[in-house]
C-alpha cells in the first residue's frame, strides 16, 4: 500500500470521526418545561364549583370567563419561565457542522487524489476508433478564393 493510500485513508477516517463526533456530541439541549399542573388543577375545581352554583345560561358564561381568565393565566407564566431559560434561542448547530465536514472533505479528496487519475476509456482490440467508424468531423471547406 503506498504511503499516498494510507495519507488518503487516515484522512477519510479523521473527517468520518469528526462528523460521528458532531453528530453525537453537539445536541441541542432540551429544556424541562416548569409544571404548573397544581395551578391547573386549582383553576380547574374552581370552575365545577362555581358551575354548579350557576343557574342560569348567563352565569355559565360567567363561569367559564373566569376559567378561561385562570388558565390563560397558566399559560402566561409557563411562556415567562420558558422564556426565562431561554428556551427560545435553542438552535441546531450541527447541520452547519456537517456541512463544513462534507466540504472539507471534498477538498481533501481533491488534494489527495492524484494528478491523472481521471476516467480512462478502455480500448477493446479489434474494434474501430471512432475516425474509422465514420464518427469523425469533416475537414473544413477550402477557403473561397474570390
Request: with cysteine; hydrophobic share 45%.
Amino acid at each position: 500500500m503506498s504511503i499516498h493510500r494510507v495519507v488518503r485513508t487516515v484522512g477519510f477516517l479523521v473527517l468520518a470521526g469528526s462528523a460521528l463526533a458532531v453528530a453525537l456530541l453537539l445536541e441541542p439541549e432540551t429544556p424541562e418545561a416548569p409544571s404548573h399542573s397544581d395551578a391547573i388543577a386549582v383553576a380547574l375545581a374552581d370552575a365545577d364549583t362555581n358551575e354548579r352554583s350557576a343557574s342560569s345560561a348567563p352565569q355559565q358564561q360567567v363561569v367559564n370567563g373566569w376559567v378561561a381568565r385562570d388558565l390563560l393565566t397558566v399559560i402566561a407564566r409557563q411562556n415567562d419561565a420558558l422564556l426565562a431559560q431561554g428556551a427560545t434561542d435553542r438552535t441546531d448547530p450541527r447541520p452547519a457542522w456537517l456541512l463544513v465536514i462534507a466540504v472539507l472533505a471534498i477538498c481533501w479528496a481533491g488534494l489527495t487524489t492524484p494528478v491523472g487519475s481521471g476516467m480512462r476509456t478502455a480500448t477493446v482490440p479489434g474494434t474501430p476508433t471512432a475516425e474509422q467508424a465514420g464518427f469523425a468531423f469533416p475537414p473544413p471547406p477550402p477557403p473561397d478564393a474570390t
